[in-house]
Each structure stands twice: as structure tokens, then as C-alpha cells.
């Protein structure tokens, strides 16, 4: 099967325009749900002038309604037990309750219904399939079943037709026998695990590339774009890696990278409206080659805790030429999420950037850095102190910190005090690597 062969062909390749006119009468008809079903959005809509859903209009006039944010939602399942006011079906029809990590806040629940599941595994499946994931495929799946929305992927991968593996988190001994007995074609997983993996494996005596694999599907966090990560990967494991991003109050793998490794495709298209927005003004922003901002989505078609206008803190890239596989419209590159963000004296920075530029220096670093602000929040004094580990019995290059803190300082117009650490110093996580650590920090 060719690797530039289309999941959903028709939808994959429609315009932008004919994707709009498509979604135009179901996201009125979306609308007309919230009305009816959600107090939550009923009340929200009427407290901001909208009193029918005539009065909300159609999607060019989408830019006029209130976002809305995760603490919102949070609020709401605090005091309306056990699902919020935003909770838009009978609890009788929800099918699963997923939950998000609570790192930033309480949990947050995530109700579906089997509607609203199957329609996040139809966007799974072509999501996957753009980033090499077939049906002949063995694959290794080290998402848990649970609590999280990447637990969804067991059945995105089942319905996919895929021949799987599950291994789970934290069982990377058994994920290394189970590579070197079944030949896997395939993983799903964070980039930060993936280069966990391939330590772990030299460790063991094998040789990451004798594995087999094909495609190591990454998600989950900022990195597997990163060209000097992604290389980083590609070269352990001889397999080409390729991108995919979702939001578990939204939907799980909303955008998928095809083979041509440029950017992610929005892959969402039916069931979900993506907006893009400047985060400081909150003004919409065309999507252009080249345009940077932070996506907002609007479900469709969703049942459960349909979400309209939510914005998503991620700050993003936008691609929008035509590319070979015939897949059209967004593509993008998530570069940091606003919960890692510092600013330095004007300067926004994210841990991910400062990443990418300390990869440039391999093989002298090993690729792992830890970002120690010094004072708690987002607002830092420079110097920004930066810890980046050296590679195994490298004799680092004279004057290495000072290299590293001049492009740090020419690329992202940030000044950084870098300190080189032995290898092995800096933890590493079979799930994500923690870039901004606040353990030194003061209040």
C-alpha cells in the first residue's frame, strides 16, 4: 500500500471552501444543541447578548462569541457534581469518562457518548494512517487504557485494523523483548520516550535500529517536529517519525503528518471548526504560510461536553501549501503550550526552543536540558538558568556554555546562564520529560 494513499480521500482533499459550506448548516444545527441542552453554553450565550441561536449567526460570525477556558469548565463540574453544567447529554448516554493529568488544576472530566467516540476514532484513524500506521502492521501501544483520552487509541487502533501489542506505560523491559521477538512495524508514543527507549536499549546490548520498526508515531508533547529531535530519533531507530496532536476536551489525534514530514494536517475536518487567534489580542489570524498562533476549536457535531470556541494554549506554525500527498488545508507545528511559557524581560521563550537550539550542538549534549527559572511564575529576571546534560564520555568543545548561551541569545533574544552536567544527571521519564522545573525557584 502506498504511503501517500488517503484514509477518507473525499474529506482529506475538499477545499477550504467546500469544507466550509459543509460545515455551515451542522455547526448551526450545533448551536441549536447548545440551546437546548447546555445550560452551561445557554446561560454563557445569554450573558453575552445571544439569546436564540438565530441571534448567533454562522461561522463568519463565529469571531464575536465568547472563548471559553479550561477553568470554566473546571468551575463548573465543582459545583453542578459530577459532570457541569456543560454536560449536554443524559449521564445514561455517556459511554466513558476520561479525565486530563490535573498538573495545572483539578482534573477536569471528559464525558463521551458512543456517538461522539466513534467519531474521535474516525478522526484517529485518518490521523494515524497519514503518519504510516497500516492495517498489516504489529503495533506496540504504550498509552494505558486510562484515566486519560490517549486510552481512546487502544480502540482508534483496533478500528483501524491494526495487529496490537499493548504494553502500557512504565513497562519498558517487557516493550524491549516484545520489539526484538514480534518484529513491531510501529509505536505510538512522546518523543521523550522514544529517546528513553533507545538508551534503554543500548544499555540491554541491542541496537535500536536492528528493531524493524517502521514509523514511531509521536505525540503527546512538543519535540517530534523539532528537526534536530526528530533526527535525533530517526537515526536511533532507523524509522521515520511522524507527528500527531490532540486535545482530550476535544478529541484525541486531531491532526496527523502525512509522509512528507511537513507539518501536521488538521484532520478533524467534519467534526471540529479550528479557528486561529493572536493569544495576547485574541484577534483572529489568517491561516498562512507562515502564521503563528494559538488554535481555538469548536466541536460540530459532539454530544457529550460539546465545547465552543475553547482555545487551546498551544502556540503553533501554520504551513498551507499543497504537499504530495493531496491532503489540503492547515498544517502546523506545535512549538509550546502557554503552561511552559516564561517571559524574560519582554521575551516570550519556551523550554521546546531553547531545546532546539542546544540539540544543535550534538554530539557534545546529549539532547536532555532542564530550564530553572528562578523565581516562581511567569515573569523571569535574566539570566534564565539553564542545565544541559553532555553526551556519554564526550570531553566537551572549550567555551561550550558560552556558545550555547551566544545562539540562545542570537536565535530567541533571551540571555541564559548554561551549565553543562554529566551525562546521565538529568531524569528521564518513560511518558514526558519535564523541560521547566521550578524546584530552586523562590517566591
Not at 491532526?255 to 488538521?266: C, I, W
Not at 494559538?294 to 498551544?314: I, N
Not at 499543497?322 to 516570550?348: H, K, Q
Request: net charge negative; charged share 25%.
Amino acid at each position: 500500500m502506498s504511503d501517500l494513499e488517503l484514509f477518507d480521500p473525499e474529506a482529506e482533499t475538499r477545499s477550504p471552501e467546500d469544507q466550509k459550506a459543509k460545515d455551515e448548516p451542522v455547526y448551526r444545527r450545533q448551536i441549536e444543541y447548545l440551546f437546548a441542552n447546555s445550560p452551561f453554553y445557554r446561560d454563557k450565550l445569554n450573558e453575552a447578548g445571544f439569546k436564540t441561536p438565530e441571534s448567533v449567526g454562522g461561522l463568519d460570525d463565529l469571531r464575536h462569541l465568547p472563548f471559553t477556558v479550561k477553568d470554566e469548565l473546571r468551575a463548573s463540574q465543582a459545583e453542578h457534581l459530577p459532570l457541569g453544567k456543560h454536560l449536554a447529554a443524559p449521564l445514561e448516554d455517556i459511554v466513558r469518562v476520561y479525565s486530563t493529568s490535573g498538573t495545572s488544576g483539578n482534573p477536569l472530566y471528559i464525558p463521551v457518548t458512543a456517538n461522539d467516540l466513534k467519531r474521535w476514532i474516525h478522526t484517529s484513524n485518518r490521523s494515524y494512517f497519514a503518519a504510516g500506521i497500516r492495517p498489516h502492521h504489529r503495533i506496540i501501544t504504550t498509552y494505558n487504557s486510562g484515566p486519560f483520552a490517549a486510552g481512546a487509541v487502544h480502540e482508534s487502533m483496533m478500528a483501524l485494523g491494526v495487529r496490537m501489542v499493548p504494553v502500557g506505560s512504565g513497562n519498558t523491559e517487557r516493550l524491549l523483548t516484545i520489539l526484538s521477538r514480534f518484529k513491531i512495524q510501529g509505536i505510538p508514543g512522546t518523543p521523550s520516550y522514544f529517546l528513553y527507549l533507545a538508551e534503554a536499549a543500548r544499555e540491554r546490548g541491542i541496537d535500536p535500529t536492528d528493531c524493524g520498526l517502521e514509523t514511531l508515531v509521536a505525540g503527546g508533547e512538543p519535540g517530534g517536529g523539532e528537526p534536530t529531535v526528530r533526527a535525533q530519533i530517526e537515526a536511533a531507530f532507523d524509522a521515520k517519525v511522524h507527528e500527531v496532536l490532540g486535545l482530550g476536551e476535544v478529541s484525541i489525534s486531531m491532526f496527523g503528518e502525512g509522509p512528507e514530514q511537513d507539518g501536521m494536517n488538521f484532520l478533524a475536518r467534519d467534526y471540529i471548526h479550528m479557528e486561529l487567534i493572536d493569544p495576547e489580542t485574541e484577534e483572529p489570524i489568517p491561516f498562512e504560510d507562515g502564521a503563528r498562533g494559538e488554535p481555538v476549536y469548536t466541536h460540530l457535531m459532539q454530544e457529550g461536553a460539546p465545547l465552543l470556541r475553547y482555545r487551546s494554549r498551544d502556540h503553533v506554525i501554520v504551513s498551507m501549501g499543497e504537499i504530495a500527498s493531496g491532503r489540503t488545508g492547515p498544517r502546523i507545528r506545535c512549538v509550546g503550550r502557554t503552561d511552559d511559557m516564561l517571559i524574560v524581560r519582554g521575551v516570550n521563550v519556551f523550554p521546546s526552543a531553547i531545546r532546539e537550539v542546544v540539540n544543535e550542538y550534538r554530539p557534545d549534549v546529549s539532547g536532555m536540558i532542564s530550564v530553572r527559572p528562578s523565581r516562581k511564575g511567569v515573569q523571569q529576571l535574566p539570566p534564565l538558568r539553564v542545565l544541559v546534560e553532555l553526551e556519554e564520555d564526550v570531553t566537551p568543545a572549550d567555551r561550550l556554555a558560552e556558545t550555547i548561551e551566544g545562539e540562545i541569545r542570537k536565535r530567541l533574544i533571551v540571555t541564559t546562564r548554561v551549565e553543562l552536567v554529566p551525562f546521565g544527571t538529568l531524569p528521564r521519564s518513560d511518558y514526558k520529560n519535564r523541560l521547566l522545573d521550578y524546584a530552586d525557584a523562590t517566591d
